[in-house]
């Protein structure tokens, strides 16, 4: 099997619940339609941002099969792996290899804290059950486990690693990662506020939240840097970041599902014990998207 090159723009696509916790299917197929109708070219399920600690692993599968026949085989849709136990890990990735997912993003255990030799044989571990080109999500400001360019060099013969979503705030570490690794993996940025920082330094793709809203502004802010356009990639990302901000917070899917909401591609609809946003957290995502609304460049405007 060749091991395909991602790149380009993968939201972390939100979980469209109904107002009583259950899974909507329908709005969570239309708003992925909308994004692909927008240009992205890929997305993941069930990642944080999906809340995947809210779901079961059965609902997981459902949620990974709504995107694949939303999807129909015009993007490569990915399934985050999330479990707090390698064994459950395994049989989720067994379950979503059957329903046809072209690969997989890998998360740390979300509750054990691992060090590196355990980390790296879990990623392995998955990688090779997977038999499917894999993203390894280094995120040690949320989950305290810090996969280094050292370590991902000690992985480097495991073919199935194809890519790396970096979330460590760290600009540096893209250098990093290149200057140890050269092109062996696609390199993602996950914390969307870097997004121009980390295309300008060479990153492969944008593993975007605020994207599920505002898909076509994120293609084209990738575009426009591939393209070496600098200056109207940084007056659009200087548009986009009040927004970009609101990715980088505990309360992410709160602020990202409320901007679906006002924009008009989705709902507020969350799991308890996650609310709704109230009071003063409320106005400000409001005031900042509809300041974003009212100066929305027409140019590169979604799509509805």
């Keep these: 099997m060749t091991i395909p090159r991602w790149q380009g723009v993968f939201p972390a696509v939100t ?3 109904n107002a009583d916790e259950s899974i909507d299917a329908e709005g969570t197929a239309r708003h992925i339609d909308f994004q692909i109708r927008n240009g992205i070219h890929g997305l993941v ?13 059965e609902e997981k ?19 985050n792996v999330s479990e707090t136990r390698t064994r459950e890990a395994l049989r989720y990735i067994d379950g979503a290899n059957k329903l046809g997912v072209s690969g997989f993003m890998l998360m740390p255990s979300v509750i054990y804290v691992a060090d590196a030799r355990e980390a790296m044989l879990n990623v392995r571990s998955m990688a090779e059950a997977a038999q499917k ?64 920082e980390a295309l300008a330094l060479g990153c492969d793709g944008l593993l975007a939240g605020v994207g ?32 970009l901000h609101l990715d980088v917070s505990i309360k992410l899917v709160q602020n990202l599902k409320l901007i679906d909401a006002l924009v008009g591609v989705g709902t507020e609809h969350v ?22 609304l009212e100066t929305r460049p027409a140019e590169y405007q979604s799509v509805r």
């Design 15 to 17: 979980t469209k619940f």
């Design 212 to 243: 599920c809203a505002f898909p076509r502004e994120t293609v084209a802010l990738y575009e426009l840097m591939k393209a070496g356009r600098f200056d109207e990639a940084l007056r659009l990302y200087r548009w986009m970041t009040p927004m």
């Design 133 to 196: 080109p894999v993203m390894v999500y280094n995120n040690p400001v949320a989950y305290r486990v810090d996969l280094r360019p050292e370590h991902m060099q000690e992985l480097a013969d495991c073919r199935w690693i194809a890519a790396i979503k970096e979330s460590t705030d760290n600009i540096r570490r893209i250098t990093d990662l290149r200057n140890a690794l050269g092109d062996r993996y696609q390199l993602f940025i996950g914390v969307d506020d870097l997004a121009f």
């Design 61 to 79: 599968l459902h949620v990974a099969r709504i995107a694949l026949e939303a999807a129909d085989g015009r993007i490569p849709v990915l399934a």
């Design 271 to 292: 799991r308890r014990p996650r609310l709704p946003l109230a009071g003063a957290e409320r106005e400000h995502v409001e005031r900042i998207v509809r300041h974003a």
């Design 45 to 57: 399920t069930c990642g944080s941002l999906g809340e995947a600690s809210t779901l079961s692993l």
